[in-house]
């Protein structure tokens, strides 16, 4: 039965493509799907359990999203409008991660707490690795497009989302097809730590100049810098590709770059309050708000998944830091789930309520 329905949603989204005139959405408007998969397999399963009514419900909504984004983005394929508007801009081109990673993430949550669909999610599933190979083959042809237009000045956290579609789709096929293919993982988890120091060093080399202010030149998109750690960790740590002492290392570096991106993002928040007031400054809708609370839920995850590791292998110190960051964590990311949905929500009906206005 889930087959089926499943199975008529995806030829009924094939159609609308097609037929019928799709919102045009952002590059990065994938991240919202991120988020919702993260929050389902971290947060909500911690609460509520693995298939519970709570978790499978979500999982189900996680794909309605998937799915409508999916449809916005082929009808861009249909009607022409794809290259202007997802791959002119060679930064912007980056955020095409944002669909590895949501619909791999979208995936395993998915098999994770409705296992019936196992069939039409190991379908997805492929498809989307030829959608990281597509992924991988742009951003190398942006990087090169990049440094001959000397764009590195205009670089961010988005560039880091080559490691998190990588690893994504890593843990994507551990949950669908379980350790089988022990290399495979192994190569995904090697190639994305090299992406991320690439990706880091870049990025270290944009901010050590002075010619930016971290009010308007620092995005949300940063936060990556830790969740690209994290999503390393959950993924090696579920195909046991090293062993428990590096795992730890990965955990307490992550944890060290998240202190270090968020301590900035408050006084970025702070100087953003005085500029442009709390409504402007902090209150405004993006995208990519949604990847802090994929960067965070993942952060969770992984120190979750490791529980297991710290008890047995870590000193007490650090089993006292990991469980208080899990049971403060969780209910952090409640809050600013629910709170980013308020801004969502608000920011729908605005442009809603504009559209009539405009029409009227």
Not at 134 to 153: D, N, P, Q
Not at 156 to 168: D, K, M, N, R, Y
Not at 225 to 250: Q, R
Not at 306 to 318: I, N, R, S, T, Y
Request: net charge positive; with cysteine; charged share 10%.
């Amino acid at each position: 039965m889930f087959v089926i329905v499943a199975i008529t949603l995806l030829l009924l989204a094939a159609l609308c493509a097609k037929f019928v005139r799709m919102p045009a959405v952002p590059t990065a408007d994938g991240a919202a799907v991120m988020a919702f998969a993260i929050f389902t397999q971290g947060a909500l399963v911690h609460f509520a359990g693995k298939g519970s009514a709570w978790t499978i419900g979500f999982a189900v909504f996680t794909l309605l999203l998937w799915l409508f984004l999916l449809t916005c983005y082929l009808r861009s394929v249909l009607d022409g409008s794809f290259k202007s508007r997802h791959w002119d801009d060679p930064v912007g081109r980056f955020a095409i991660g944002t669909w590895v990673a949501g619909t791999g993430a979208a995936l395993t949550a998915a098999h994770l707490n409705i296992p019936q669909l196992h069939p039409v999610l190991v379908a997805l599933g492929i498809l989307n690795v030829g959608l990281l190979i597509f992924y991988l083959f742009g951003a190398s042809l942006a990087a090169g497009e990049i440094a001959g237009l000397r764009l590195t000045g205009k670089l961010h956290g988005v560039i880091l989302l080559t490691t998190v579609a990588l690893q994504s789709v890593c843990l994507m096929l551990h949950e669908l097809f379980g350790a089988k293919e022990y290399m495979v993982y192994r190569v995904l988890i090697l190639l994305g730590i090299l992406f991320y120091l690439a990706g880091a060093a870049l990025l270290f080399l944009r901010y050590r100049r002075r010619d930016w202010n971290l009010a308007d030149d620092w995005p949300e998109s940063n936060c990556i810098l830790y969740g690209a750690v994290a999503i390393t960790g959950a993924a090696a740590l579920k195909s046991s590709v090293f062993p428990a002492g590096v795992l730890i290392g990965i955990w307490m570096f992550a944890l060290l770059v998240l202190l270090l991106v968020e301590g900035t993002e408050i006084v970025r928040a702070f100087l953003r309050a005085l500029r442009y007031g709390l409504r402007k400054g902090l209150g405004a809708y993006a995208p990519a708000q949604w990847s802090r609370l994929f960067t965070l839920g993942m952060f969770y995850f992984f120190g979750r998944e490791a529980a297991k590791v710290f008890d047995d292998h870590a000193p007490e110190w650090m089993n006292v830091l990991h469980k208080w960051t899990l049971y403060t964590g969780a209910w952090m990311i409640v809050f600013l789930f629910v709170a980013q949905l308020l801004v969502w929500i608000a920011h729908l009906f605005y442009h809603s309520s504009t559209g009539r206005k405009h029409s009227s």
